[in-house]
Structure formats: structure tokens, C-alpha cells
């Protein structure tokens, strides 16, 4: 009896756990943390569970736990669905940014969406890059941000100690096509100072304007 309390005890630490978790944004980490602690309770009280849910019939025991394992498969896959794209849209970009560094264009190409490859050519495409000196290197990829109203679009935001096509940080527009992720690409990403490109770059500022304010006013809450 004393080692079911305290197995108890450790368990309600574990859903104190989970609730910084969930405050530090960490989501799935909490709900794969709650699966483990509700198999961890029915495994407990099986006994318990079998003869007053289950009524010591084997068949409902099978078709119960049956169904319980179907909806943790079901769930723990939806939940990881936006992982899972954010992994294959870093890959993407990883590879259409060595492709354009090692001067693959074609392949580099193939990346791209498909309303992307009707309004811009492969010969434009190798022209445009080859004429202007693109040039690619120590890259990282900052962020993954989804569009709230269109799961299928996506901003990858890469910065660079350099230029990336001569801006400090490039946004790279993705879209979820039947082949996966591909990159939204057109001529204008050449041209950074164009209307369009002066208002995403005045939004990159304000957003690092905000973040460094959030932190500066952090600090001095503490002291």
C-alpha cells in the first residue's frame, strides 16, 4: 500500500510538471508526458479496472483497451502533425539553399510550387541567380511560423551573417502541395528594396523591436 502512495505521489510531481510545460509552450513533451502517466494509473488499478468497468469479461477488456490504444495512436498523430511538417519544411529549405549554394539550380527548382514554376522558368530561374552572384553560406533557419487561417501555408525565416539575396533576413514563403512542402519563389525575392519586400522588411524590424522590448522589460520587473 505505501509503495502505491507514493507512486501516487511521484505521479501528481509529474502533473506539476506538466503544467510548466505547458506554461514554457512545451505541448507535445506534456502530452506525451500525460499519456505515460495515464497508462501508468490504469496499469496501477488494473485490477481494480477490470473487475468494476469490465466486469471481469475478457472480451470487454480486450475491446476497451483495444479502443483506448486506437484513440492514443490517432491522437499522439494529430498532435504531431505540425512537427512533423515543420521538420519536413526545414529540410526543404535546407536543401533548395545548398542546391542554390553549390549551384543546382535545377534541382533547386524542383523545389518550388507548382504556381511558382507556371509564372517563372527554369532558364529565368538559373539566369536570374547566375546574373546576380547569389551566393549562400553560414545560413541558419530561425523560425517555422504557420498561417493561422491556411494550414497550408507556412513562413520559413532564415537569417545570415550575410546577405541572403540582399537582405539581412529572408522569409521564405512554403505551401503545402500533394508532394509535400514546396517553396513559394518569384523574381521579386531579387529585388528586396520593392514595395512589397520594404513591407515585410518594416514588419522583420518591428517584430525584433518587439522582442527586444519584451526582454528589456523582463529585466526590469527583476530588478
Do not use: C
Request: no cysteine; charged share 25%.
Amino acid at each position: 500500500m505505501k509503495k502505491k502512495e507514493n507512486l501516487y505521489i511521484a505521479l501528481i510531481n509529474v502533473f506539476i510538471g506538466l503544467g510548466i510545460s505547458l506554461l514554457l509552450k512545451g505541448s507535445i513533451l506534456a502530452v506525451a508526458l500525460t499519456v505515460i502517466v495515464i497508462g501508468t494509473i490504469i496499469f496501477i488499478e488494473r485490477k481494480w479496472i477490470y473487475e468494476t468497468i469490465f466486469r471481469r469479461k475478457k472480451r470487454y477488456a480486450v475491446a476497451g483497451y483495444f479502443i483506448l490504444a486506437a484513440l492514443v495512436v490517432v491522437f499522439l498523430f494529430l498532435i504531431t502533425t505540425q512537427s512533423r511538417d515543420i521538420s519536413h519544411i526545414i529540410k526543404q529549405v535546407n536543401g533548395f539553399l545548398q542546391d542554390i549554394t553549390t549551384g543546382k539550380y535545377r534541382s533547386a527548382y524542383e523545389q518550388l510550387s507548382e504556381e511558382s514554376k507556371k509564372a517563372y522558368t527554369l532558364n529565368d530561374f538559373t539566369n536570374d541567380h547566375g546574373g546576380n552572384g547569389i551566393k549562400i553560406q553560414n545560413y541558419r533557419i530561425d523560425e517555422v511560423i504557420f498561417n493561422k487561417y491556411d494550414e497550408r501555408k507556412a513562413v520559413a525565416m532564415v537569417s545570415s551573417p550575410f546577405t541572403l539575396y540582399g537582405r539581412e533576413t529572408l522569409n521564405l514563403e512554403m505551401i503545402k502541395e500533394k508532394e509535400g512542402w514546396r517553396i513559394v519563389f518569384s523574381r521579386t525575392i531579387f529585388h528586396p528594396n520593392t514595395p512589397g519586400q520594404e513591407k515585410s522588411k518594416r514588419l522583420d524590424q518591428e517584430k525584433s523591436k518587439k522582442k527586444r522590448g519584451s526582454i528589456t522589460n523582463f529585466f526590469k520587473k527583476l530588478f
